[in-house]
């Protein structure tokens, strides 16, 4: 999106020598130019010129224009892939940041407001673009030297299910009793972060999610995790999971890397591997994605609030009692040095995981374990659901490294892909 066109250099430019970009929006913010008879009437020609060369491209105007129109526009438009459309960027033009620096903050805020998840999405992508890269291309290589089964997702499918997933808040100690009784109605989403306090207590889920890239993980998985239990979870995931025998689901994230899983699969194996949006980021807001395709899904969640709860972040068992522990003291205990995490205020990206969660429509999409009555669950015999994959291995780390530099470069870094380039073994 190119903010700020002026005498419609920029369109004439782009008209003539269309770029890579899949879908260009030009947006003009200033009424006194976009109502010029002369402006609308070269924008015409500009127009008609695109058309006859097949190139597409939206031209919105006011500082406030409508966005649920414009995407809707772009939702409907063919040889799109549906991971692309999700992904904005905003160019402001060194002119009008010059020419204009209130009108243009202006507009850049009111984007950031409407694309709030972009926002978190590319702080995270900044802090964490290193790992996702190395995590990607090593975990790929395990898939063949490990003795680990492994699919690709494509799809939940049945109906009359209920749902639960399971966050690690303090609030799931509360909710124990009650899932230990209706446990075989339910089919169990559970967090890495709660397996310690679900294995320990008898509950064993039918699926295990666990997204986080960092070190971190590995502390969860420091139990004795049953062998059988599938994982879901990505390739540029946590290595130390891919180092368990447990089964592994990967979904496409939209990640440059799987997009380019997505487009090779489609074009070789003839395989649909579908992107799964998660504008929340985080483990609720992938479950929910995922489990949507199921018809009559009732959707119930435990563990999640994003506050601390009772003086702690989480419940009992998680990883982080394993991780801190050589920090605590007699002066220094577990709950002081984790209030960090949570605390009894949402901020940050907490509070717009949770806005995201809540936002308009989507509250009836969730109910609190707590709160649902036993009417609500379906018996056994009336629920079905299955799990629909397909195998097979992704190209060599060596193409998929070079298409990641050639095409990816302001996102995959460098060095890393340079150092697999070299010494990709496949």
Not at 85 to 97: D, I, N
Not at 103 to 122: A, D, G, M, P, V
Not at 124 to 147: A, E
Request: aromatic residues 14%; glycine residues 6%; contains cysteine.
């Amino acid at each position: 999106m190119v903010l700020g066109i002026g005498a419609l250099y920029i369109v004439r430019s782009f008209t003539e020598s269309p770029n890579e970009h899949q879908t260009i929006v030009f947006w003009e913010p200033h009424k006194e130019i976009y109502e010029l008879k002369e402006f609308q009437s070269e924008l015409q020609t500009l127009e008609n010129q695109a058309k006859s060369k097949g190139i597409l491209w939206f031209l919105i105007t006011g500082t406030t224009p409508n966005w649920s129109e414009l995407k809707a526009k772009i939702n409907f438009l063919p040889n799109v892939s549906e991971s692309l459309r999700s992904k904005w960027s905003l160019y402001a033009t060194p002119s009008y940041e010059r020419l204009f620096p209130e009108l243009t903050k202006t507009c850049q805020t009111y984007f950031q407001s409407q694309q709030s998840s972009n926002e978190i999405n590319r702080n995270t992508i900044q802090h964490f673009r290193h790992l996702w890269t190395h995590n990607y291309l090593k975990n790929r290589t395990s898939l063949f030297s490990n003795k680990t089964s492994f699919q690709w997702f494509q799809s939940f499918s049945g109906k009359n299910t209920s749902v639960l997933f399971v966050g690690a808040s303090p609030g799931l100690e509360i909710d124990l009793p009650k899932i230990q009784k209706e446990r075989n109605r339910l089919l169990i989403f559970a967090s890495d972060t709660a397996l310690g306090y679900l294995l320990p207590n008898g509950i064993i889920p039918d699926y295990i999610v666990s997204f986080d890239s960092g070190r971190g993980t590995n502390y969860h998985f420091l139990l004795d995790v049953p062998k059988y239990i599938p994982i879901i979870t990505w390739l540029g995931g946590s290595s130390y999971i891919f180092e368990l025998t447990n089964p592994k689901i990967l979904v496409n994230t939209g990640h440059p890397l799987d997009q380019i899983l997505e487009h090779l699969f489609l074009n070789g194996l003839g395989k649909i591997w579908p992107h799964y949006s998660n504008p929340s980021l985080n483990l609720l807001g992938m479950v929910d994605s995922l489990t949507k395709s199921i018809e009559n899904r009732n959707f119930f969640i435990t563990g999640v609030s994003f506050l601390a709860e009772r003086g702690k972040s989480h419940c009992k068992g998680t990883g982080y009692e394993r991780y801190y522990l050589p920090n605590t003291s007699r002066l220094r205990s577990l709950e002081f040095i984790t209030k960090r995490l949570y605390s009894g205020e949402r901020k940050g990206k907490n509070q717009k995981a949770w806005e995201e969660m809540n936002r308009k429509n989507s509250l009836s999409l969730f109910q609190f374990f707590s709160d649902a009555k036993e009417t609500n669950f379906q018996s056994k015999k009336d629920q079905e659901h299955s799990l629909e994959t397909f195998q097979g291995f992704p190209p060599s780390i060596a193409e998929l490294a070079k298409w990641a530099n050639q095409d990816h470069s302001g996102i995959i870094h460098k060095k890393t892909l340079t150092t697999w380039l070299r010494f990709s073994l496949s």
